[in-house]
């Protein structure tokens, strides 16, 4: 740092700004995404014992419910920037 010329507080103004800021939005994302998640989960194991189903049914459920809960956010996200 010091042959860089930065001293100690403007490395640390520099780091400070690069950490993780929490946010709403975030928070609204990555919740959306674990319950949609465990909702693909029910339904894959609901489709594993109701009917003869690959076990790859698991990942695609997952996948797919994951899959719209981000588009669902997307849309949320959206219309949330709109009005500010």
Not at 21 to 30: A, E, M, Q, T
Not at 44 to 73: E, R, T
């Amino acid at each position: 740092m010091l042959e860089k010329g930065v001293s100690p507080s403007e490395f640390k103004n520099i780091a400070t700004k690069h950490l993780f800021k929490p946010s709403p939005l975030s928070s609204l994302k990555w919740g959306l995404l674990a319950m949609f998640v465990g909702i693909g989960l029910i339904v894959a194991n609901w489709l594993d014992q109701s009917y003869i189903v690959h076990d790859s049914i698991y990942v695609s459920s997952m996948l797919l419910f994951g899959g719209l809960a981000l588009i669902i956010f997307y849309f949320i996200a959206a219309k949330k920037m709109k009005q500010e």
